[in-house]
């Protein structure tokens, strides 16, 4: 079995959580794209983790955790993040993570590159995290990045031929970026030997995770081996088909989990869309169902809805039925799973959103992301449920109102709600039968 877990709408729809949850299931679990603008929130008997890179399956101890090569990562990021689970009590070794000899560096000057621009965008910002995550995916696709596998040059013992070659790449690229830094933001210029004990110093220390994990894939794929692939973001912040240019610079689709975790011979066998009961997004862009004042401060407290990766107060709305249709279409959803119920429990009634309003017309299909700013929400209320979830395990045990608010999204976007959770803990949560 490969199964997808993706993001329905703008990112932060609890992945996370579900891949902790899902993940007993299964025997591999696999990132296959971003970086550590990712922030998926686990809480389990252990306490809260929060993880920006490595796979949300590292808090399983029979589960092995690979990052694929469609990945970018920030070495000194994933070190730091490894070392803190350790103190915890996490097991992190060669055997349970894995590491793509493909996957790409994320380097102190992408970081660099993406706080001046954003800088100098100033009221035109779009919204980064400041994490280097456009500009290193930049770098990728002009050939003139640096490759996890390359590290291997850097070994004692490594051939002194592959030792000058990298030598070389490192000042090329450096003599092409500062082109860039140095030349045209006229920042300080980077410096050769700091890139070049960036990459010894902490590639020392992840050079016995890294590996073919194509090889590893495929044979566990052979034995057969579950495998979940575990997206960063959702659909709406996708490069292709998100609000562009308010999007993430990688593909989050499900489609391209075989591609972004190195096996794009393997199909997938289904699709698991996560999305909240309610709206909310993080960063800069159209959101049309979005709440303001009194109402957004009730649902953003109610839901502590501020970025796991960035701690930035999140946008919030209502549920949006032609956001969340359009998203399950994207990822090709076969089943969903229903995240943060429990924070609607409040609420006497509840909105949702169900059609835009679009210079006077009513439209229910997503429009051209040029088209949202001028996109007005069209709101119905239903009846709240107004009592603590959090106790219910079974379908039976929710209320009236909160089990017609699943069936009426359920019905609204056309895929069967699967899953439903009703609080942040590893056991909460309800299989709809």
């Not at 603008?37 to 920006?52: S, Y």
């Not at 490595?54 to 029979?62: C, K, M, N, T, V």
């Not at 069936?407 to 056309?414: H, Q, S």
């Amino acid at each position: 079995m490969l199964t997808s877990i993706c993001g329905i709408n703008w990112g932060d729809e609890g992945k996370g959580r579900m891949v902790d949850l899902l993940s007993e299931e299964y025997d591999v679990v696999c990132r296959y794209q971003g970086g550590n603008n990712a922030g998926h929130t686990v809480i389990n008997d252990r306490g809260e983790f929060i993880l920006n890179l490595l796979p949300s399956g590292i808090l399983r101890e029979d589960v092995v955790n690979v990052m694929g090569p469609g990945m970018v990562i920030d070495i000194r990021h994933l070190v730091c993040e490894m070392f803190k689970l350790i103190e915890k009590g996490v097991r992190i070794t060669p055997e349970n993570l894995k590491i793509s000899d493909r996957a790409i560096i994320t380097m102190p000057y992408h970081v660099r590159q993406d706080c001046l621009e954003e800088g100098r965008l100033a009221d035109k910002k779009f919204g980064s995290t400041r994490r280097g995550i456009a500009y290193v995916y930049a770098d990728k696709y002009m050939k003139k990045a640096f490759r996890m596998g390359e590290l291997k040059a850097l070994r004692k013992g490594a051939p002194k031929e592959d030792f000058a070659a990298f030598q070389q790449k490192i000042h090329d690229i450096v003599e092409w970026k500062n082109l860039t830094i140095a030349d045209g933001y006229k920042a300080p210029a980077v410096e050769e030997e700091d890139v070049f004990n960036y990459l010894k110093n902490f590639g020392e220390i992840l050079d016995p995770f890294v590996c073919d994990t194509s090889v590893f894939i495929n044979e566990a794929v052979k034995q057969g081996k579950k495998v979940m692939f575990e997206a960063q973001l959702g659909a709406l912040r996708d490069i292709d088909f998100g609000i562009y240019p308010y999007t993430s610079s990688s593909s989050t689709i499900a489609a391209y989990a075989p591609i972004g975790a190195g096996v794009p011979n393997l199909k997938l066998t289904n699709s698991i869309g996560i999305m909240k009961a309610y709206s909310s997004c993080v960063g800069e862009g159209p959101f049309t169902c979005e709440y303001f004042g009194e109402p957004a401060e009730r649902l953003r407290q109610a839901g502590g809805e501020y970025g796991a990766a960035t701690g930035r107060p999140r946008r919030v709305g209502p549920f949006d039925v032609v956001a969340s249709r359009y998203g399950i279409r994207c990822q090709g959803a076969d089943e969903i799973a229903l995240t943060k119920l429990d924070v609607l429990d409040g609420y006497e009634e509840i909105e949702i959103c169900t059609a835009y309003e679009l210079n006077g017309e009513i439209i229910h299909e997503f429009p051209f992301p040029d088209q949202l700013d001028k996109c007005k929400p069209v709101f119905e209320t239903v009846k709240g449920w107004n009592t603590d979830l959090s106790a219910c395990r079974k379908a039976e045990d929710l209320p009236k109102e909160a089990l017609d608010y699943i069936r009426l999204l359920e019905k609204l976007c056309d895929c069967k709600i699967k899953y439903v959770s009703v609080g942040a803990k590893r056991e909460q949560y309800i299989v709809m039968e």
